[in-house]
């Protein structure tokens, strides 16, 4: 993850 | 969601209903940087877009809402509400140095080129830095109301407790993610010397002021 992840954060 | 990211978003929170309720109770936004404000609702606006296209959960759709909606509330009060009270000449940090370098480096590196993409790496760069407008007023007027430090420690913390959250992501969830995290420890590092304010005056009972 990380390299265009999903963002789920805030 | 983990106990520090939980903790940091509603530290995050906190610091904006300290900061509406200091508006309407005081009818003031004196000491407010309107500035890092237009910054901030600007950071929601290109991150949050994803409201559109993806799904999260209730929680994570609900504080997306409040954020951009409390922010364009927080500009109406400042510029329209209690304009009278602003502190324009003050607050002449010149937001095109850092809307710009931001926008170009969200185009060189990011995750991915693709719009929404290189939107929420601006808006990812441009949080680090949009408290810089605040920053610099309060150190050109050398004090800041407490309830106005209190804002700050909140947003300051909202950092520090992501940070947390990602070393907890990264042990456990194998979760990382280059640009937040990097983007965030500048962030935090921004409001270290505040910090250390705060905490030697401020908690002590004390005004924030600066040296002269």
Known sequence: NGVGGKHDEL | ?212
Not at chain 2, 9 to 25: E, G, N, R, T, Y
Not at chain 2, 26 to 55: E, H, M, N, P, W
Not at chain 2, 138 to 167: D, M, P, Q
Request: proline residues 2%; glycine residues 4%.
């Open chain 2, 1 to 212: 969601m983990n106990v520090f990211r939980l903790l940091g978003d509603m530290s995050h929170l906190l610091a904006i209903l300290i900061l509406l309720l200091k508006m309407w109770k005081t009818r003031s936004c004196a000491g407010i940087s309107g500035k890092t404000q237009i910054l901030f609702a600007l950071v929601f606006t290109t991150r949050y877009l994803d409201l559109f296209s993806s799904f999260i959960s209730i929680y994570n759709t609900t504080m997306k809402l409040f954020f951009i909606a409390s922010s364009y509330f927080t500009i109406f009060l400042m510029y329209s509400k209690f304009k009278a009270t602003y502190d324009s000449n003050h607050d002449s940090f010149r937001m095109e140095f850092l809307v710009v370098p931001v926008g170009g480096l969200a185009f060189l590196v990011n995750h991915e080129f693709l719009p929404l993409e290189i939107l929420w790496t601006f808006s990812i760069y441009l949080e680090s830095v949009a408290i810089l407008p605040q920053l610099f007023m309060v150190s050109k007027t050398g004090e800041a109301e407490t309830i106005t430090s209190h804002y700050l420690f909140a947003l300051g913390s909202y950092r520090l407790l992501y940070i947390f959250n990602w070393v907890y992501r990264y042990y456990f969830d194998g979760f990382f993610d280059l640009i937040a995290v990097v983007a965030g420890c500048v962030q935090t590092i921004l409001y270290c010397d505040f910090f250390y304010l705060y905490i030697t005056k401020v908690l002590k009972g004390k005004k924030l002021s600066l040296p002269a």
